[in-house]
C-alpha cells in the first residue's frame, strides 16, 4: 500500500519532466535568434547615446563642484554658450541671466540671478553641475545639452553675464541680439 502511494506520487511528480523532454514539446524559446545577454556582443554604433542621456563623468553636482573647465573661454565658445542660453536659461533667468525671465515668475523660489556676486562665487564646476543634474527646482538639462556645450554656457555667463559693461565679447553680445 506504501509503495503504491509512492508510485503514484513519483509519476505524478515527474509528469511534468517527461512531458517536457517530449520532441513536440518546443516552444519560441528555442530558435536559433541571439538571445539577451549571449555572445556576440555587438559594439554600440558610434556617438551612439544611453537612454539616460550623455555619460558624465561625475555622479552629482557635489561631485561636479571642482571640475575644471577644459574649453578656454574663446570668442567661438562664447557665441556657442550664448546661442544655447537663448534656448536653455533665458525662459528663466531672463535676457540678462538675472532671474527675470518669463517662466521663471511660475517658481516660487525666483531663478537665480546670474550675473550676481552669488553667482560669481559658484565654480564653473558647480555651475556646469547645476546645468547637468539641476538644482532643488531647477530642472536637469543633461539629456538636451552634450557635456561640451554646458561648458560653453559656463563661459558665456562668465566673459557675459558677470563682466561689467565696456567688456569686449558684452558689446559683440549686444550687437547681435
Ligand atoms: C525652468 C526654469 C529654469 C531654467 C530653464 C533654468 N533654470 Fe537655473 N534655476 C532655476 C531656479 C528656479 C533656480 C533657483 C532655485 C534652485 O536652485 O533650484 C535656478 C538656479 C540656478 C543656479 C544657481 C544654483 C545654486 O547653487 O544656487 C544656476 C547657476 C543656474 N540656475 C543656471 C542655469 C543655467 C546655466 C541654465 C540654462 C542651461 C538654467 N539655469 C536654466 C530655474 C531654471
Given at each position: 500500500m506504501k509503495n503504491k502511494a509512492l508510485a503514484i506520487g513519483l509519476a505524478v511528480a515527474l509528469v511534468p519532466v517527461v512531458a517536457g523532454a517530449?520532441?513536440?514539446?518546443?516552444?519560441?524559446?528555442?530558435?536559433?535568434s541571439i538571445k539577451p545577454q549571449e555572445p556576440p556582443v555587438i559594439p554600440y554604433p558610434k556617438d551612439s547615446v544611453p537612454v539616460g542621456g550623455p555619460w558624465t563623468k561625475v555622479r552629482d553636482r557635489d561631485a561636479a563642484?571642482?571640475?575644471?573647465?577644459?574649453?578656454?573661454?574663446t570668442p567661438e565658445s562664447v557665441a556657442k554658450g550664448r546661442a544655447l542660453f537663448k534656448i536653455?536659461?533665458?525662459?528663466?533667468?531672463g535676457p540678462n541671466g538675472k532671474g527675470d525671465g518669463p517662466v521663471g515668475k511660475?517658481?516660487?523660489?525666483?531663478?537665480?540671478?546670474?550675473?550676481?556676486d552669488y553667482a560669481k562665487e559658484l565654480t564653473d564646476g558647480w555651475i556646469w553641475g547645476t546645468i547637468t543634474f539641476g538644482s532643488y527646482v531647477m530642472p536637469p538639462y543633461r539629456w538636451d545639452t552634450s557635456p561640451e556645450e554646458r561648458w560653453h554656457i559656463v563661459n558665456y555667463i562668465r566673459q557675459v553675464l558677470q563682466k561689467e559693461r565696456g567688456n569686449p565679447l558684452v558689446k559683440s553680445a549686444k550687437k547681435e541680439d
Open positions: 517530449w520532441p513536440w514539446s518546443r516552444d519560441m524559446m528555442n530558435q536559433p563642484e571642482n571640475l575644471k573647465n577644459p574649453i578656454p573661454p536653455y536659461c533665458f525662459p528663466c533667468h511660475v517658481f516660487e523660489v525666483p531663478p537665480a540671478d546670474l550675473s550676481s
